[in-house]
């Protein structure tokens, strides 16, 4: 069986971000539920450690967090991105999509084009 | 920065730990329930959503586990743990924990006491900014003997000149009349070229001080005042500048006040509380023709930044060797003329920075020993304690982890006991400082300062880390089978334990023999000198010291005549003979005064002998002194050969000198001196003729028996620096008021200050002598009882471990007797072998003390064997205690009980 790929340091701060940022202010476990819905399922997320990662970004101060009702009317802790979330967001996207874009030229590069 | 935040929220987190492990621990509850309830909707049965979302989720207790790792300190948590514990342990044994941190505390506040006064007097000697730049000129002529002998000059503008310096100042220490207040006061006065503060690099606080540019080759007629000087004078008052002060009768404007806590530079108390400077070039009236030879006043410089004395001295040299080839009329060969650049924190510490390096080695020595009699206490103790670290081992405590408590248990301890070493000192500063001599440069600025504190913290950690840590890895080394099965059934410690144990005895009885071998020799160098025959009798001799005025203009002054100064120094006499109480009088000036003033007072002439070629020849340097004729008698110094001085030697008869032995034996070896005539002024051509000899007197130093002296007659040359002696059964507490109405009766003008009794000065002579012993003495006290401490500790805790077998062999018919000389034995062979040692240490250590001791050699074989025999003594009283104990043990009950 091949084994699923490892979420990459660093990464799934990023996804949280996003994913409160197009979604809006969420719980844990919607978070975590939309991950695994986003990366159908590709991704190996060990849902336990998505919970010090919230830990860790409110202590940073990317995300903000307060107690509230989930839907189905029990105790939930929501997170939403603050100022500061977003603007970190922008700025990992940006980062992101640069080295993304300098892996896919190196990766489509022909031995040709660099005689 | 990132490492930093990190470390920022760590420390945070560390705060609110709980907290956060709280919310983690509800926030995984709530995903659960969540995936359960998801689960159960997708149809699972109850049991198997719980799991599914249990493994989804993944270890909740590992998550919590890490992020506790990651996010805090572990280091910290568990320092406090193991500090929680220590002092959990500590307030279950005080007794120990008292002695331990008591011993502690002893050693690091001495070796703190002492380090403070080292940190004043040698570390930061100098009050002035960058003072590494400062130095003092030193000019010497070892061809003749001299050293020291002032700078002229052309030399100084030579200097001035050689481009290696800032500033080269002069100065010229000296006393004045400050005359205008109500009591004429006789002030130290300095005075110096005007670039002198300059160099110094010191402003005043009201006013200016002298322009450094300025040129003026006699007096500039500016006066710079101190700032004590303006509140007791002067009321403080804010329009001082401008205003003139007189002082020698001389009229000087006051162009500045120093700061308050300005200090001048200077070898004597004395000299650092100048109060007032005047400024000169030293080159016009009153001052003599600027020629070569003629030396006065102290050279002091500024170097260029950065340029290190070492290069500094090799240009100097460079310049001196051109000089004398230049000149060499004025540097004849055979003087071997030469500048020497000294530092001048070095050179104002001079003599007393041995007696200090002593003491701190003395003090380092009581700090080792305590640090190894607590490290034997906890050697001790680890072996009460082998159980419990052997049940830690085996219920799988890592041995690094051990190490640590133990670490921080005894690390604690010593960080205690230097906080209440150094808590005690602060408390005791003023107490303490009774004790340290007066002559002790920079007395006034002895402080406990941070740096003091932090030397005090930095000590014990040290302390603690070597002392703490041997001990804490033995205790953890520890062959689990054997302690758990014997531990507490009278077994025997380690080996190895108990080999560390009588090596740490050993070392404690050595180096308490080094000390106080070293305590003995001062000692008994104390008592030689406190005995000496000093050659003249001090004893109800008391001497008070007057001032006549110079003003810088001769014909002004009224005693510019031995004959005009006879007339006032004849009527004091005669006045303070119908004193009550005196039974004689004499007179002399300052260098006359036995043993009462510093090197800078004395007076030093050139000994020209008849017959010698001047020119071809440096004459020697002689210390001279101007006496009436009543003053050998006065102090019972006896005549060997020719007469003294009498009332008929006036200034218009021939001029006439007595010398002592010394000089007799040095210049006129297996001639009579008598008879032979000499000069004593370069310059002038004026031949004396040496009358008498008297025999060696210690008035230079007690420690010198015989220094080359000649006395003039203080009715044939004048003399400004004066000083009565009385002889006689005086009141110590009225004499100087009664001297002074006589003084003054005569010239309302004179100052009269400085009154004591020669056994005073004698005294104080000795002072940072004493100190130093007292001190040593002291410390060796203490290292004496902290050993006796040890090997009782040691003893005692043998008998113990070997009570068992001890009660065998009772049982088995052991005479009592026996047992006591076994043990008794071992202590004995400690107490060998720690003589044995410390002896080799105390021949190294009084060899390097050699130049501190008087008339005992350094190694005085009475002193080795006393103090042998004391430590000896001292080890098997402390032996003996625990010996009676054992041989008391009752087997019966010893071997019932286990």
């Not at chain 2, 030193?138 to 020291?148: I, K, M, N």
């Not at chain 2, 107490?431 to 740096?451: D, K």
């Not at chain 2, 190895?496 to 090596?503: D, E, I, K, M, P």
Request: aromatic share 8%; charged share 20%.
């Amino acid at each position: 069986m091949k084994e699923k790929p490892d979420v990459l340091q660093g990464t799934l701060a990023l996804m949280v971000l996003k994913t409160l940022d197009v979604l809006g202010p969420q719980h844990g476990y919607g978070i975590a539920r939309r991950i695994e819905q986003i990366s159908g399922d590709l991704l190996a997320v060990n849902q336990g450690s998505l919970y010090p990662l919230l830990l860790k970004l409110e202590h940073e101060g990317s995300i903000a967090s307060q107690w509230g009702a989930s839907e189905n009317n029990r105790r939930a802790r929501f997170y939403r991105l603050t100022e500061a979330g977003r603007k970190q967001l922008r700025a990992q996207t940006r980062d992101w999509e640069q080295t993304a874009a300098i892996i896919t030229r190196f990766f489509n590069v022909k031995a040709e084009d660099l005689l | 920065m990132k490492f930093l935040r990190r470390f920022l929220i760590r420390v945070a987190n560390f705060a609110t730990r709980r907290r956060a492990d709280q919310r983690l621990r509800d926030e995984i509850a709530e995903h659960l329930a969540l995936q359960i309830e998801e689960n159960l909707r997708a149809g699972m049965a109850p049991a198997e959503a719980r799991r599914q979302a249990r493994l989804k989720l993944g270890a909740d207790e590992a998550i919590r586990e890490d992020h506790h790792a990651e996010q805090s300190l572990p280091f910290v948590e568990n320092l406090f743990q193991d500090l929680r514990f220590a002092a959990r342990m500590f307030l279950r044994s005080p007794g120990f924990s008292l002695i331990v941190i008591a011993t502690i505390a002893l050693g690091v506040g001495a070796t703190t006491a002492i380090y403070s006064v080292i940190d004043a007097t040698l570390l930061h000697p100098l009050p002035y900014p960058n003072p590494n730049e400062l130095v003092r000129i030193e000019d010497d002529l070892p061809g003749v003997g001299a050293q020291d002998v002032s700078v002229s000059v052309p030399e100084w503008k030579d200097l001035e000149n050689s481009g290696i310096f800032q500033y080269v100042a002069i100065d010229f220490f000296g006393s004045s009349n400050l005359t205008g207040s109500a009591q004429p006061t006789r002030i130290a006065a300095k005075v110096v070229t005007p670039n002198y503060f300059a160099m110094l690099g010191v402003g005043a606080q009201l006013g200016r001080t002298f322009d450094p540019g300025d040129n003026t080759p006699g007096f500039n007629l500016e006066a710079v005042i101190s700032d004590g000087l303006w509140k007791r004078a002067f009321g403080a008052d804010p329009r001082i500048l401008g205003k003139t002060v007189r002082m020698d009768n001389d009229v000087y404007q006051v162009v500045g006040v120093m700061p308050p806590g300005f200090r001048d530079q200077g070898k004597t108390t004395e000299e650092r509380n100048t109060e007032a400077w005047s400024a000169a070039g030293f080159a016009a009236v009153p001052f003599p023709p600027a020629l070569r030879n003629s030396r006065f006043g102290t050279a002091f410089a500024r170097l260029k930044p950065g340029l290190p004395v070492a290069s500094a001295q090799a240009h100097i040299d460079a310049l001196v060797a051109s000089l004398t080839k230049q000149y060499p009329a004025d540097y004849p060969a055979q003087a071997v003329w030469n500048i020497r650049l000294i530092p001048l924190a070095e050179s104002l510490v001079g003599n007393v920075r041995q007696s200090l390096i002593l003491l701190f080695g003395a003090v380092g020595l009581v700090l080792l020993i305590s640090c190894v009699n607590v490290a034997n206490l906890l050697l001790a103790r680890a072996s009460a304690r082998g159980r419990e670290m052997a049940v830690r081992q085996a219920l799988g405590a890592a041995r690094t982890r051990l190490i640590r408590q133990l670490f921080t248990e005894s690390l604690l301890l010593f960080v205690l006991g230097g906080f209440t070493g150094f808590a005690v000192l602060f408390c005791a500063r003023k107490f303490l400082l009774q004790f340290v001599p007066e002559s002790l440069p920079r007395l006034n600025e002895i402080s406990i300062s941070w740096g003091v504190l932090a030397f005090a913290i930095v000590v014990s950690i040290a302390a603690g880390t070597v002392f703490g840590l041997a001990p804490a890895w033995l205790m953890s080394r520890l062959d689990l089978n054997t302690t758990l099965r014997q531990e507490g059934r009278g077994s025997n410690g380690s080996q190895q334990r108990s080999r560390l144990r009588h090596a740490l005895v050993i070392g404690e009885l050595a180096l308490s023999l080094v000390l106080m071998i070293a305590a003995g020799l001062l000692l008994r160098s104390f008592w030689d000198l406190f005995k000496v025959q000093p050659g003249f009798n001090p004893s109800r001799v008391t001497a008070i010291e007057t001032w006549l005025p110079v003003p810088n203009d001769p014909k002004t002054d009224i005693y510019s005549t031995a004959t005009q100064e006879s007339v006032l120094l004849r009527e004091v006499l005669r006045r303070n003979r119908a004193l009550p109480g005196v039974e004689e009088t004499a007179v002399g000036d300052r260098a006359a005064l036995p043993l009462g003033h510093g090197k800078d007072d004395l007076n030093m002439s050139p000994l020209i002998r008849e017959g010698q070629d001047v020119q071809s020849s440096q004459p020697p340097l002689i210390d001279t002194s101007f006496v009436s004729p009543e003053y050998f008698h006065l102090l019972g110094m006896t005549l060997l050969r020719g007469r003294l001085f009498v009332d008929q030697d006036l200034e218009d008869t021939p001029s006439i000198a007595v010398i002592n032995q010394a000089a007799a034996r040095t210049y006129w070896p297996n001639q009579d001196p008598v008879g032979k005539r000499v000069r004593l002024r370069a310059e002038k051509p004026d031949w004396t003729t040496i009358v008498g000899v008297i025999a060696d007197a210690r008035t230079e130093s007690l420690a010198d028996a015989a220094i080359p002296q000649v006395y003039l007659d203080i009715y044939q040359r004048w003399a400004k620096d004066l000083a009565f002696f009385l002889r006689g059964q005086v009141d110590p507490a009225t004499i100087a008021a009664q001297v002074r109405t006589q003084i003054q009766a005569v010239d309302p003008r004179l100052p009269v200050f400085h009154a004591a009794t020669l056994d005073d000065v004698l005294s104080s002579s000795l002072s940072v002598r004493r100190f130093s012993m007292e001190m040593v003495a002291l410390f060796a006290a203490t290292a004496l009882l902290l050993a006796g401490l040890g090997i009782y500790g040691t003893i005692s805790f043998l008998v113990h471990e070997q009570s068992r077998e001890i009660a065998i062999r009772l049982a088995l018919g052991a005479q009592r007797r026996d047992i006591l000389k076994m043990v008794l034995r071992q202590g004995l062979t400690l107490a060998a072998a720690g003589a044995g040692v410390g002896l080799i240490g105390a021949l190294i250590v009084s060899h390097l003390m050699a130049s501190l001791l008087y008339g005992v050699s350094p190694y005085d074989l009475s002193t080795f064997a006393g103090v042998t025999a004391v430590l000896t003594a001292v080890a098997i009283a402390a032996s003996y205690v625990p010996a009676l104990r054992a041989m008391r043990l009752n087997p019966n009950t010893m071997l019932r009980s286990e």
